[in-house]
């Protein structure tokens, strides 16, 4: 009898067990791997094999299933259900499901001709054409010992007079062995003094530069990282006569090999209206040290640092090495209520740089920047460099640890909370800025002052008015005043005015915008 039931559950499950279509290369698993694998995964990149056709990929099937199931690949170590940032690449449940299913199923191809065309990657630049090349003046050799090098290569830029810059963008010569590159920019020449006492080309640094450079951060790049611009009215600064200091992880190779790579520069089109600046986290902002990290134990430090002003945070670069394991970083207002920044779960010494935000993310001044870094120092860690486990401190040597995190920042305006990183192609950032009234912030106000923020397409006379509900002229900090192209704001005294609703009227020749404004007792 239930040999009968059996048959009779399969005859019914039959027709829609018919109807499962099958699992195809051309239609279900390409689309996943072009998108998500094969920006590493082709001739001339760092990855190990390339990824750019089906036979490509049945190749190494049996791994791809295995490496995407347990989430190493793709290497994204931020934890997307914590926080998001630009170029994120995440596997969903379901992709990682039809890799599995496609693999056990037998890799069928279906149609070729339902195949996705395979991406066109950019050659030379991802950002069109630069307006300063800086090369390694030769090329240098890596020697196939099987040892990492950290190598600082001295690039001058000759420029006759100081340019702000809107990207920065490493061209990696060799990436079979470049790992990672830390971009720092020098005027005091003492970079170069260093690289005359150092035989060969460049001299070998860890950590730094050897010296307190005029930046420390300046540009950097990983693996598969996506140059991008800064937003319009934000960048850096390159000094006159500067020289580019470019700091290149060699990682271990057996065969002796060469290396000769490019830093692109991308001067502003538009006023740099904010200077992108960097500070770190470190072990001076303990609140549970020293920093030392005794064998045998698992350690979480705690950080925390007072924001003094608002700030819009541009992007966050976490530092750890071989004992890292994880990362959480918030922000917690004076109002009580918590900013996410970023989360890693799993930290990997071989995959680290910064992430950028989708949006700028504004940090008000009071709030308490925070974070937790956990280290694993016992024998169960098996990225320990050493067996048995010794005790480990703050140093700049691979089998020492550090703990920093990079944030990169500029002065809050209001209406940065609108601008979409995220959105702007190179061409909307090259263009010039549309003319436009930001709103008014602090709105509702019980302050003394509110700020004014508006940017135009270019050089005009402007009229900035403060009207009452009746459309009478209670306030008029600027009239008929030229502002140069670009972001600008200014202060609106606000003491003495009855509480209640006003207008803020922008006006230019050819452009009017109004904002309301509401005032407290």
Known sequence: ???????????????????????????????????????????GEVAPFPLASYQDVVSHAPTIKFVTGIRYMPPWKADPNYSHFLDENTLTDSEIQKIREWVDGGMARGNPALEPALPTFPAGSQLGTPDLVVPMAQKFTHQGNLQDLYRVFV??????????????????????????????MDTTQRAQALDAQDPGYGYTRFGGFGFSATEENWAGWVPGATARY?????????????????????????????????????????P???????????????????????????????????????????????HAHLLGKKWRIWAVKPSGDTIRIIKIND???NWQGAYRFPRLLKIPAGSRLMADATYDNTANNPRNPFSPPQTVQWGEQTTAEMLLAYLDVVPYRPGDENIVLSNQSAQELLRRPEARLYPVYPNPAAAVAVTIGFSLPEATAVTVLLTDAQGRVVRQPAQGQRYAGGTHTLELPTTGLAAGLYLVKLQTPDFTQTQKLVLLK
């Open 347 to 349: 930290w990997d010494f």
């Open 155 to 184: 690039l001058p830029t000759r420029l006759p007079a100081g340019r702000d810059v809107a990207a920065v963008e490493f061209r990696a010569g060799n990436k079979r062995i470049t790992h990672h590159a830390i971009i720092g």
């Open 1 to 43: 009898m239930k040999h009968l039931v059996r048959l009779a559950l399969l005859l019914l499950a039959g027709p829609a067990l018919a109807q499962q279509p099958q699992l195809t290369f051309s239609e279900h698993i390409a689309p996943i791997i072009y998108q998500h694998c094969t920006s590493c995964h082709r001739t």
């Open 272 to 318: 740099v209206q904010r200077y992108v600046q960097t500070f770190p986290l470190s072990p001076l902002n303990l609140t549970n040290g020293p920093f030392v990290i005794p064998a045998g134990q698992v350690k979480t430090f705690h950080a925390e640092l007072q924001v003094p002003v608002d700030v819009s945070l541009v992007s966050v670069l976490p």
């Open 230 to 270: 800064f937003p319009n009215g934000l960048g850096k600064k390159l000094p006159r006569n500067a020289s580019i200091l470019v700091q290149v992880h060699y990682g271990p190779t057996a065969l002796t090999q060469t290396d000769s790579s490019v830093v692109n520069v991308f001067f502003s089109r538009q």
